[in-house]
């Protein structure tokens, strides 16, 4: 067991970089998630930490240095949010297929159109497809265990693959809670030393890292990659395990609350999923059979999982923090719906859109969505599938 | 400096079979280059000519750890290689020396790879920036670019009967580095192999961060025959289109001043992309090339003299 201490979601993420001390971080400010680049490089000031602290000009060169780094055989940790994360997306891409094991703190923002600093989940959407593994946390505790075994699942030999441990800009990120955090030996245990595969600092083996791939090549080298998900969602989970051993927190690909008897769920992402807690707790005092599921693991997504998990209940609400412009539905719902395809039982799925560029969302909103589900089961009538919760007029 | 002969029976770190083409100043630039290395080297290289010929899966003409990762970030790649080396250096996990060269050509260098550049000056990383510069985007098929010459015809600046080809002037990208105070920065040429090695030496010897810009004529581009690819280098050197100079912990010095100054015609006539400035309508074009050239041969005499 570890000790107590009040953090702010930053800090929480400074301290699993400091505790985690990588080889290398390359990153650039951005709010919100500048207090982590801060706490950072005061902890390298003070020596706390021996990492080489690449200062950057742009979020490009953020990820790109992280590239070169982790190439070179390095442990490499960035920190990111919004636009900043867009300006890495070409980058991105090339980190995941280049299977490099990096970690990223991505504190989620508003991408804009009109500037919007504040949460939602745009920014992590549009990397969805980029190859990265994508852990949401629901606070300050998750934020910090999560990067802890990020370096695990990422360096893992079976995964070589970057990860962003994703958390809610403002809510998380500025908020101080409670959380128990590890001894720094304990941590460094656990993470245990970086194996370097193919590192570009060898003069036994040269490597040529990017090459020119190819219609003769390319799309094998796509489908290999598409090979290491599924493998992922089991190393995912064996960290989990091992990790609860060690701090008394077990974590999986998702997490159920009261879900093996709802017949109303909800199926969320991040912080709301503290929130909709608290609904549930109200509408079961109230006799509801209400649950909810929050979603840990985004990407490699858990479909089986999910559509096994989600087999009882009658109606379905998917929170999304982002919209798809022009698509059926928030990201969420689209990978939910088609997760639910293939079961047996077909229950009402709803969308709703809540909390774009911050918009608080608050358990009386929640407890209204699960009423709309009350609804639709009592009527079977279903009067719009996507809808909007906490938007004005 | 090494004689031709001890350069000659150095293994080579970049091999024959590559498919740059025939005549092609940077595979002569880099090889140059690499036979001025004596540590190991780890090389980088923006998208562009040099990396789509020389790295097409499932084969590499790279005989030392190579790393392509964009068109715009190399400079900023290669920083985290560097910055890897040395944590890794310093937490014993490596034992070995290890030199780091990011080459781009001129669109990822003067344009699109400026940014990543000039940050890695500012941040002192060690480690060498070479810019093969053909005057334009050569690998998407010869479009201009900011290094490209007023004048010079190219896809996106042809000539027509409203256009005498570039209608700007080029950047000069070698006086921005040096604006950024590092160690070491110069100008070469193929055609002068011992100056450019000598540079070469010289940059990776320096404690910080170094560059060199380097002429790489280009037959497609350029439109010349390509036997006569360093014939058209040393006139860019001889006319002082491109003067040969470095700025050494900011020492000014004129590596090599050409016997008798050639009028800058005498390297446009030899390649057609410059072949409608012959014509009476665009000789103000050439004469302003000259004047050009002029003024910035005598700046630059005057540094390194004074």
Same mark, same amino acid.
């Given at each position: 067991m570890g000790k107590v201490v009040a953090l702010e979601g930053n800090q929480a993420a400074a301290l699993a970089m400091r505790q985690i001390n990588p080889d290398v971080v390359a990153a650039y400010p951005i709010t919100p998630q500048t207090e982590v680049v801060q706490e950072f490089s005061q902890f390298v000031a003070d020596g706390l930490v021996d990492t080489e602290l690449i200062a950057v000009e742009s979020e490009h060169s953020a990820m790109s240095a992280c590239i070169g780094a982790s190439a070179s055989g390095a442990r490499v940790m960035t920190a990111t949010s919004a636009n900043g994360m867009a300006l890495m997306w070409e980058v991105l891409y090339i980190a995941a297929s280049a299977r490099l094991p990096i970690v990223m703190a991505l504190v989620n923002r508003a991408l804009p159109g009109n500037i919007n600093i504040h949460c939602d989940h745009s920014d992590s959407m549009g990397a969805r497809d980029s190859g990265w593994l994508q852990l949401f946390s629901e606070n300050s505790q998750e934020v910090y265990d999560n990067l802890i075994q990020a370096v695990r699942i990422a360096e893992h030999l079976d995964v070589r693959l970057p990860v962003m441990v994703c958390y809610d800009g403002f809510i998380i990120s500025h908020a101080v809670e409670c959380l128990e955090v590890l001894e720094d030996d304990i941590v460094r245990n656990f993470i245990g030393e970086l194996e370097p595969v193919n590192p570009l600092l060898d003069t036994d083996r040269f490597i040529t890292y990017g090459p020119l791939d190819l219609y003769d090549f390319y799309f094998e080298h796509k489908r290999q990659q598409m090979e290491v998900y599924p493998t992922a969602k089991q190393v995912i989970v064996g960290i989990g395990k091992e990790f609860g051993s060690l701090a008394g927190r077990e974590y999986g690909l998702y997490e159920g609350y009261l879900l093996d008897d709802a017949e109303l769920a909800i199926v969320t992402l991040g912080s709301s999923a503290g929130t909709a807690k608290e609904a549930v707790d109200h509408l079961r005092s109230d006799g509801l059979p209400v649950g909810m599921l929050k979603l840990?693991?985004?990407? /490699?997504? /858990?479909n089986t999982e999910i559509a096994q998990v989600l087999s009882r209940p009658k109606a379905i609400a998917v929170l999304d923090r982002s919209v798809s412009f022009g698509g059926f539905g928030g990201p969420l719902f689209t990978e939910i719906r088609s997760a639910m395809f293939e079961n047996e039982t077909s229950p009402h799925l709803l969308n709703y859109i809540y909390g774009l560029g911050g918009r608080d969302i608050d358990v009386e909103d929640i407890e209204g969505v699960y009423k709309d589900l009350q609804r639709v089961v009592d009527t079977g009538n279903v009067e719009r599938i996507i809808n909007y919760v906490g938007l004005r007029g | 400096m090494p004689t031709l002969k001890e350069l000659s029976r150095k293994p080579e %770190?970049? !091999?024959?079979?590559? #498919? %740059? +083409?025939?005549? +092609?100043g940077a595979s002569i630039v880099v090889r140059q280059i690499l036979l001025a290395t004596d540590t190991p080297v780890v090389v980088g290289s923006a998208t562009g000519c040099l990396e789509v010929a020389t790295t097409i899966f499932p084969h590499t003409a790279w005989r030392c750890s190579f790393i392509h990762c964009a068109f715009e970030n190399v400079a900023a790649t290669i920083s985290g290689v560097e910055s890897a080396y040395r944590v890794l250096k310093r937490r014993g996990r490596i034992q070995k020396d290890f030199r780091f060269i990011a080459f781009g050509g001129d669109g990822g260098t003067y344009d699109i790879g400026l940014q990543a550049l000039s940050g890695v000056c500012e941040r002192g990383h060690r480690m060498l920036y070479i810019c093969y510069d053909n005057q334009a985007y050569m690998n998407t098929g010869i479009q201009r670019s900011g290094a490209t010459p007023c004048g010079a015809w190219t896809t996106t600046s042809p000539v027509g009967k409203a256009s005498a080809g570039k209608r700007q002037r080029r950047k000069d990208l070698t006086a921005i580095i040096i604006a950024h105070n590092i160690p070491y920065v110069a100008q070469a040429s193929p055609s002068r192999w011992n100056d450019l090695v000598t540079k070469t030496q010289k940059a990776l010897q320096a404690d910080g961060p170094s560059f060199i810009n380097v002429l790489s004529p280009c037959p497609r581009g350029? #439109?010349?025959? !390509? !036997?006569e690819t360093i014939r058209l280098a040393q006139l860019a050197v001889d006319t002082c289109f491109w003067p040969l100079y470095e700025v050494n912990h900011g020492k000014w010095r004129l590596t090599y001043r050409p016997k008798e100054k050639m009028p800058v015609a005498e390297w446009l006539k030899e390649q057609g992309r410059f072949k409608h400035l012959f014509r009476e309508e665009n000789k103000w074009v050439i004469e302003q090339l000259q004047a050009d050239v002029d003024r910035q041969w005598e700046t630059l005499l005057a540094r390194c003299e004074g």
């Open positions: 840990r693991c985004f990407r /490699p997504f /858990p | %770190l970049f !091999s024959p079979g590559h #498919r %740059l +083409c025939a005549g +092609c350029w #439109r010349y025959e !390509s !036997s």
